[in-house]
Nanobody, 118 residues
Framework: QVQLVESGGGLVQPGGSLRLSCAAS????????MSWYRQAPGKERELVAA????????DYADSVKDRFTISRDNAKNTVYLQMNSLKPEDTAVYYC???????????WGQGTQVTVSS
């Protein structure tokens, strides 16, 4: 069974850092493009960062560029999102996504809450 499990979310003060992890199982991880999305209350789900295969090209939303870093470890079937200089606007549920390069198949994790507040 395909499964994506996010972890690492929590409450952090503005300017702080968090590292999210997404552990994948049930499919050949290295063949899939991975990404992180987030959804804040009352807003649409938005793409935060994506990393391709096989060259691991990374793309970021303008709002997080230079603050967040996406990476993947194919040997560990895990994708990460390092989040630095967090802002209250980053508060959202963050979701891990696996997408076949042709765009016709994808899987989602259950989400992990990130709250940035004093």
């Amino acid at each position: 069974q395909v499964q994506l499990v996010e972890s690492g979310g929590g409450l952090v003060q503005p300017g702080g850092s968090l590292r999210l992890s997404c552990a994948a199982s049930g499919f050949i991880f290295s063949r899939w493009a991975m990404s992180w999305y987030r959804q804040a209350p009352g807003k649409e789900r938005e793409l935060v960062a994506a990393i391709s295969r096989p060259d691991s090209r990374a793309d970021y939303a303008d709002s997080v560029k230079d603050r967040f870093t996406i990476s993947r470890d194919n040997a560990k079937n895990t994708v990460y999102l390092q989040m630095n200089s967090l802002k209250p606007e980053d508060t959202a549920v963050y979701y891990c996504n696996a997408r076949w390069p042709d765009g016709l198949a994808e899987y989602w994790g259950q989400g992990t809450q990130v709250t940035v507040s004093s």
